[in-house]
């Protein structure tokens, strides 16, 4: 078998083709590319069978991932994340079947190693020597590391208010590091401009095509994980929104493969009400988004004004009878403590904010009690310490410990 079944590109808007052996950015119709494969013919050789003795990580898929020669392939033993029974937390909601798909203890820290994995693997194939990206902190920390692995150069932007750990993950790797007073859309400016002058691989969200297929893996390992059965709800928190394409783009490959024949899971978009541009084109039946304006959130991977793929987010929703909810940064703030006094589990702002999704759905009924329910944790707690403010008694030597 082919190590990859990868026959094209084709621009969800005009459809028109691409070839893959290229590097490719957007189509020149100004849309995002998606990437293709010989799904019929796949579908002859592969069985689940076949992940029998393969390696614990996204790469087992490989045959329905855009590398086509094994020793382009960059890792750092990314993939095959935890799916987390949440059964106190569930009991709390009201929900029988909740689970966690925890992204917190991948390389990096967060799910954007996934993305980085598949994307700095296909530009080093395509013989990418330097990229350049805008980013909210951990899409960038993950590129960077994972560029310096491969060997390419990379040139990263990021809002000054960007967690500082991320920070510290570019800076540690070599990258060529610039802070903006600003946010995202602001960083992006600042990369489009250096790109289109010393010719850089825009690495930008969506403005390479591979991303997508590095956070699809996600999908793929939830049905694995389910024994090639689908939830009935998935909830993940948006931003960019690559990931909820990734994931429905997994799905539907899945479906076309029979390997899942249950309807698909009805997908939710959650935002922070500070930046809920998807929520509102959702709540308007709109097919794209407007730029939200003062955007503001401590869900900072979240603060994303204007997603250049919120077409395919909104479609990812519509097609799946979704849903897109905007929760507040109290609200969300208040859950991540509750989960981790329920379940043990320390999960990033952008993760409390869809579980809080997930206990509102609940409340108004959209969730039922008997359904299976999936939520992305897309990062670690802890690279977001700013998130917890607590006092601690400070004792002397001879002082007694005090109880709660």
């Given amino acids: 078998m082919p190590f990859s079944y990868l026959t094209h590109l084709h621009c969800p808007k005009c459809e028109k083709v691409y070839r893959p052996d290229e590097i490719q950015q957007l189509c020149v119709c100004g849309s995002p590319l998606l990437v293709d494969y010989d799904l019929q013919e796949l579908k002859k050789h592969w069985r689940p069978s076949a992940f029998s003795g393969r390696p614990s990580t996204l790469w087992r898929y490989h045959e329905l991932l855009p590398v086509t020669a094994p020793e382009n392939v960059v890792t750092l033993g990314e993939g095959m994340t935890p799916l987390l029974p949440m059964n106190r937390l569930g009991m709390d909601m009201g929900i029988g079947r909740l689970w966690m798909k925890d ?3 991948i390389p990096t ?14 530009a080093k194939e395509l013989g990418v020597q330097e990229l350049a990206m805008p980013t909210n902190g951990n899409a960038g920390a993950a590129w960077a590391l994972y560029a310096a692995r ?3 150069r990379a040139s990263i932007v990021m809002p000054v208010g960007a967690p500082l750990i991320t920070r510290n993950e ?4 070599g990258a060529n590091l610039n802070l903006v007073k600003g946010l995202i859309s602001d960083a992006g400016k600042i990369v489009g401009q250096a790109v289109k002058e010393h010719g850089l691989y825009d690495a930008s969200t969506l403005k390479e095509p591979y991303r997508i297929e590095g956070k699809k893996t996600m999908g793929l390992e939830i049905a694995e994980q389910l024994e090639w059965n689908v939830p009935d709800v998935i909830l993940y928190p948006t931003g960019g929104g690559v990931g909820l394409i990734g994931i429905y783009k997994a799905l539907r490959e899945l479906a076309e493969l029979g390997w899942i024949k249950d309807k ?3 997908l939710v978009a959650v935002q922070s009400a500070g930046c809920a541009p998807i929520v509102k084109a959702w709540e308007e039946r709109k097919p794209a988004s407007e730029f939200w304006t003062d955007s503001s959130t401590v869900a ?12 395919l987010v909104l479609e990812a929703v519509y097609q799946t009878e979704g849903c897109a909810i905007a929760i507040e940064d109290a609200e969300l703030l208040e859950e991540q403590r509750k989960i981790a006094r329920l379940e043990g589990a320390f999960v ?5 904010a869809a579980f809080s999704a997930t206990r509102k759905l609940r409340e108004n009924g959209w969730i039922k009690e008997s359904e299976t329910v999936v939520v992305l944790n897309t990062g670690s707690g802890i690279k977001y310490p ?16 005090r109880r709660s």
Avoid: Y
Wanted: with cysteine.
């Fill in 103 to 105: 992204e917190g203890i």
């Fill in 300 to 311: 900072f991977g979240i603060n994303v004004p204007k997603a250049l793929g919120d077409f």
């Fill in 348 to 352: 990033c702002p952008e993760g409390a």
């Fill in 109 to 122: 820290g967060s799910f954007k190693a996934r993305g980085a994995a598949v994307g700095v693997s296909k």
């Fill in 264 to 266: 698909l899971p009805r």
């Fill in 170 to 173: 570019c800076a540690v790797s």
């Fill in 386 to 401: 700013e998130t917890v403010h607590v006092e601690v008694p400070v004792l002397e030597p001879h002082d007694v410990m």
């Fill in 150 to 152: 491969a060997g390419i």
